[in-house]
T-cell receptor, first 112, second 112 residues
């Protein structure tokens, strides 16, 4: 049963530290999405890639966030420096060139 | 622009009650429509979909019909169970981006 995996599942860090979240999309999927979920804002699309190329990162604060796909099996989301307002659950999802997205279990980030 | 509006929650029902969660959309062209479900502590999962007018998506006892005349895609289930307690998201996909526009989510709580 193919699944999207994310690491770490939980991360607690202090303000100002760098945070890196990793995602392994389902093998063969060519589209990868990063979302952020909070109680206040709900589910927000941060960035997405197709065939490893960034298509849209307009939802991402550019000064501190960066997203990359070093290869087809790994997507990363980095925050540097982190701030308390970045505390949220970050989801990765993958899919083919359709709208059926498969979500990972998420990384719960707490910035103190 | 494209948008999705869901009824506000939380929705609280007794076991075996009938469920309706309203969803309306605004879109140009002919979008595909989806319902995703998020169980506590997990990522979103695709529940059902419909890709053209009058299509009915169904899964696990849930149904939704794509109504172009009323721009709606309401989710229904005849008899809910405690295990259906979750957050339900209506979403639309339009164009060829693979990107989904999500509603704000509706929390369903089913009591025994």
């Amino acid at each position: 049963d193919a699944r999207v995996t994310q690491t770490p599942r939980h991360k607690v860090t202090e303000m100002g530290q760098e945070v890196t979240m990793r995602c392994q999309p389902i093998l063969g999927h060519n589209t990868v999405f990063w979302y952020r979920q909070t109680m206040m804002q709900g589910l927000e699309l941060l960035a997405y890639f197709r065939n490893r190329a960034p298509l849209d990162d307009s939802g991402m604060p550019k000064d501190r966030f960066s997203a990359e796909m070093p290869d087809a099996t790994l997507a990363t989301l980095k925050i540097q420096p982190s701030e308390p307002r970045d505390s949220a659950v970050y989801f990765c999802a993958s899919g083919l060139e359709t709208y059926e997205q498969y979500f990972g279990p998420g990384t719960r980030l707490t910035v103190t | 622009g494209n948008s999705v509006t869901q009824m506000e929650g939380p929705v609280t029902l007794s076991e075996e009650a009938f469920l309706t969660i309203n969803c309306t959309y605004t879109a140009t062209g002919y979008p595909s429509l989806f319902w995703y479900v998020q169980y506590p502590g997990e990522g979103l999962q695709l529940l059902l979909k419909a890709t053209k007018a009058d299509d009915k998506g169904s899964n696990k006892g849930f149904e939704a019909t794509y109504r172009k005349e009323t721009t709606s895609f309401h989710l229904e289930k005849g008899s809910v169970q405690v295990s259906d307690s979750a957050v339900y998201f209506c979403a639309l996909g339009s164009g060829n981006t693979g990107k989904l526009i999500f509603g704000q989510g509706t929390t369903l709580q089913v009591k025994p």
